[in-house]
């Protein structure tokens, strides 16, 4: 459903005039030529760190593909920045709009909301189920650094049917763990962690090489992780895996690959005399006396990743296994 952005309607709008805002922007667009049509498959609550409060609502979504993300998933996307009670100047605020995508014989329109917020975390769960539809699942998008801040606020826990992050973001890879661990066995959300999705080349490669990983052909032998620099969660989530494949063998050890010679390599696992090497590109696996056994990296786009997770709202298992692992 993707297309260009070709539309955008916005005004500022209050906690009680959100939906009648919205109903007069379509309306608006409805005296227009070319008929629009409203596409919602689910909600998307999108959390943001509180920033001053003199920035302009609309400034509050710089720097997210939310256009991108909308068009390849049409989503009513509600912006939440949540501030503490504590910071007396802010004010509930709140604005709406709506973004046109598609050719002219078949245009749509998906709802954008921001809101910011000043209230209790127990007064979010009230707000959040006046926006959102309850006809379409609902997934939230913490778009901040988990290990450096607060945990996704309770209520979010309870609308939420899926719980979206970076663990590439994550500062501190130990702080991060930390606030995400308590969340693999919550039945309330599944976790979806676009790092995670860039390791599946990886495993993939890994499996096909030597077979299920469980079997006895790695039994018991040595296993090494390298990372390039900035890359020690994905290599946390590699030896989570690794380990969750091979329960009661000596566990991974991980290491910063600041001696590493391949500039390209993203994480490097080394099991026995196999080398495994994931790069932007490509998983690599190389076994002696046989030919490189080499798996495509899929080009996508960061907005096109947030998209396909929002698609899959199935549990990731295997992630979970291997955060239960690294706990």
Not at 63 to 82: K, Q, Y
């Amino acid at each position: 459903m993707a297309g260009a952005v070709a539309t955008r309607m916005w005004r500022e709008s209050a906690p009680e005039e959100i939906e009648s805002d919205l109903a007069a922007l379509w309306r608006e667009l409805a005296h227009g030529e070319v008929k629009i049509a409203r596409a919602v498959m689910s909600n998307l609550i999108v959390v943001r760190a509180p920033s001053d409060h003199r920035t302009a609502l609309a400034d509050i979504v710089g720097g997210l593909p939310l256009d991108e993300v909308g068009a390849r998933h049409p989503s009513r996307t509600i912006v939440l920045e949540h501030c503490h009670r504590k910071a007396l100047e802010t004010q509930f605020a709140a604005g709406v709009g709506i973004v046109t995508f598609g050719p002219p014989a078949s245009r749509y329109g998906v709802e954008q909301i921001v809101v910011r917020s000043a209230c209790p975390e127990s007064s979010l769960l009230s707000m959040l189920r006046r926006l959102v539809r309850g006809d379409v699942p609902t997934s939230v998008w913490w778009t901040e650094d988990l290990s450096d801040g607060p945990p996704p606020f309770d209520p979010l826990l309870t609308i939420g049917r899926q719980i979206l992050y970076d663990s590439r973001q994550w500062s501190d890879v130990a702080r991060g763990l930390a606030t995400i661990l308590p969340l693999v066995d919550d039945p309330r959300v599944d976790l979806a962690d676009l790092n995670w999705r860039r390791l599946a080349p990886l495993r993939r490669a890994l499996v096909h090489a030597r077979g299920p990983l469980k079997g006895d052909g790695w039994r018991g032998v040595a296993i090494e992780v390298d990372h390039a620099p900035g890359e020690a969660a994905i290599a946390s989530l590699l030896t989570g895996w690794l380990r969750a494949e091979r329960p009661g063998d000596p566990p991974p050890v991980a290491t910063a690959a600041s001696t590493q010679h391949d500039q390209q390599a993203i994480v490097t696992v080394k099991i026995a005399d196999t080398t495994a090497t994931l790069t932007a590109h490509a998983a690599e696996v190389a076994i002696p006396s046989a030919p490189p056994l080499v798996v495509a990296v899929p080009q996508e786009s960061y907005a096109d990743a947030i998209a396909a997770e929002l698609r899959s709202l199935s549990p990731e298992v295997t992630l979970l296994a291997a955060m239960r692992a690294l706990a």
